[in-house]
C-alpha cells in the first residue's frame, strides 16, 4: 500500500486542553495504519486572526508560518480534523486556520472526529464542519466519530478509557477505512487529471 500524507488539525488555545489527547491518539491510529501523519496543532502554528489569506500575499511575502502550512497542505492526500465544541459551535482557533487557506485544500478528502466535555460528543460542531470543509473545496467523508466526555474517555497518556474509550476503539477501525477509501480515490483521480 502506498503510503499517504495526512494532517491532523487540532484548534484549542485553552490551557487544560483535553482535545490534544484525541488529536494525538487518532494521529498515532492512522500513522500504524502505513500513514505518514502530522498533527497540526493551531495554538503552535500561531496564525493570527484572519487579516490577510495566503492567497493575499505576494508570492514569497507570506509570513513564514503561513507559507510553510500552505506547503504542508498543498503536499497532503487527506486532512483529519479534530474538532471540539465551543458553546454549540466550531473552536475558533481551527476555524480561523482553516480560513487563512482556499485552494491548498481543494479535491482531497477530509474526515471529522469531534468531541466535548459532555454527552453530545460534539455532534454541533461536527455538523457546522461538513458544510464549511466542503465549501473551502473538500470531499468529507461520510463516516464520522464522535467522543463525549473526553476528559473520562482518554486518559493523560491518550489510552482509551471505560465504555467511551471502549466506543471509541470500536467505532475507529470502519472509520479509518473509509477515510483511506477515499484518500485513494482522490489520488488517482487527481493523478489522472494532473
Not at 474538532?83 to 482531497?108: I, S, V
Not at 453530545?120 to 466526555?149: C, D, K, Y
Request: overall charge negative; aromatic content about 10%; hydrophobic content about 45%.
Amino acid at each position: 500500500m502506498q503510503e499517504h500524507r495526512i494532517l491532523t488539525f487540532y484548534g484549542s488555545y485553552r490551557e487544560a486542553r483535553m482535545g490534544i489527547r484525541l488529536a494525538r491518539w487518532v494521529t498515532a491510529r492512522m500513522a500504524e495504519r502505513g500513514c505518514d501523519v502530522e498533527l497540526i496543532d493551531a495554538k503552535a502554528v500561531g496564525l493570527p486572526m484572519l487579516d490577510k489569506r495566503y492567497m493575499d500575499y505576494a508570492p514569497g511575502e507570506a509570513p513564514a508560518a503561513m507559507e510553510a502550512l500552505a506547503e504542508k497542505l498543498r503536499n497532503a492526500d487527506g486532512f483529519l480534523f479534530v474538532a471540539g465544541e465551543y458553546n454549540w459551535g466550531m473552536q475558533p482557533g481551527l476555524k480561523n486556520l482553516t480560513d487563512h487557506f482556499l485552494a491548498e485544500w481543494a479535491r482531497r478528502p477530509a474526515a471529522i472526529v469531534s468531541y466535548s466535555g459532555g454527552r453530545l460528543a460534539g455532534a454541533r460542531s461536527n455538523s457546522m464542519w461538513h458544510p464549511t470543509l466542503t465549501e473551502m473545496g473538500m470531499a468529507v467523508v461520510p463516516a464520522t466519530i464522535t467522543v463525549a466526555q473526553i476528559g473520562q474517555t482518554l486518559d493523560a497518556d491518550d489510552v482509551p478509557q471505560g465504555e467511551g474509550g471502549a466506543a471509541l476503539e470500536r467505532g475507529f477501525g470502519r472509520f479509518a477505512a473509509e477515510f483511506l477509501w477515499w484518500i485513494e480515490a482522490a489520488s488517482a483521480q487527481r493523478a489522472k487529471s494532473g
